[in-house]
């Protein structure tokens, strides 16, 4: 990773091993790669803007190599054996950022794009074949955060995420029927809506410490992910503190 002598223009790039923090790759076969890079210009009085982009490349795997059998037939369990995961199939985020301000308010705002293997999307193993229909599914999402900075105490935070799906893994119908405890869902399954809303006091800043609280309140609705296929409505509620020395 480095910057320019300025700082405006800031590049990085990082390879992550596919096999969760274990060196070597002892039996994953692959590797992930996160890219990233932004560029500050200046807007007159309101200040330096950011905008920049970004992408995560990487394969996953779709079947264990190992299996272990646990009891004795007919109750005999077989499990995958945890870190042997083979038959790796791609995916990939990407998408791009900005950062405004305008005298106390600042604004991130983010877009991004998600594509998954037609093998990732419906859970298939790479040595088997796909289910008739299959797809790649693919979606979209975006962010937009404020930060209203009252003084440098007291910051008011709002945040609203969203998610849509593009194209489904499977063929959806949607004329067919509520079957034997699930439902065929609709073209906008998985589509996923949050609202946040807080704000952060530090009731004490210096250069050796800083105390501050943080608090949010959270609505998310996910479509057509209830057992009954209906809309899922969450809301939650973070009182906490941060120390930092």
């Not at 991130?108 to 859970?123: E, K, M």
């Not at 229909?133 to 007291?154: C, D, M, R, S, V």
Request: aromatic share 14%; net charge positive; hydrophobic share 35%.
């Amino acid at each position: 990773m480095g910057h320019s002598k300025n700082d405006r223009t800031r590049l990085s790039a990082a390879e992550l091993s596919a096999n969760d923090g274990q060196p070597g790759l002892p039996t994953s076969r692959g590797y992930n790669g996160f890219f990233a890079a932004s560029q500050a210009f200046g807007a007159g009085s309101l200040g330096v803007q950011r905008i920049g982009g970004f992408a995560y490349i990487g394969q996953a795997p779709t079947y264990f190599q190992y299996t272990q059998t646990a009891g004795t037939p007919p109750n005999a369990t077989t499990t995958g054996i945890t870190g042997t995961g083979v038959g790796n199939k791609g995916y990939y985020r990407a998408g791009f950022i900005g950062m405004w301000y305008i005298k106390k308010l600042d604004l991130t705002t983010i877009y991004f794009h998600g594509w998954d293997s037609a093998f990732l999307g419906t859970g298939t193993p790479a040595n088997a074949a796909l289910p008739m229909g299959a797809k790649a599914p693919t979606w979209n999402g975006g962010l937009i955060e404020t930060h209203y900075n009252f003084n440098p105490q007291f910051i008011l935070i709002n945040r609203l995420e969203t998610v849509r799906m593009s194209r489904q893994a499977l063929t959806i119908d949607p004329t067919m029927p509520f079957i034997a405890g699930t439902s065929v869902p609709s073209s906008n399954f998985g589509d996923t809506d949050v609202a946040t809303t807080g704000f952060r006091y530090y009731p004490f800043i210096s250069s050796r410490a800083g105390f501050a609280f943080h608090n949010e309140f959270s609505i998310l609705r996910q479509r057509g992910v209830s057992s009954t296929g209906l809309d899922q409505t969450n809301s939650s509620l973070l009182f906490g503190f941060d120390f930092a020395f």
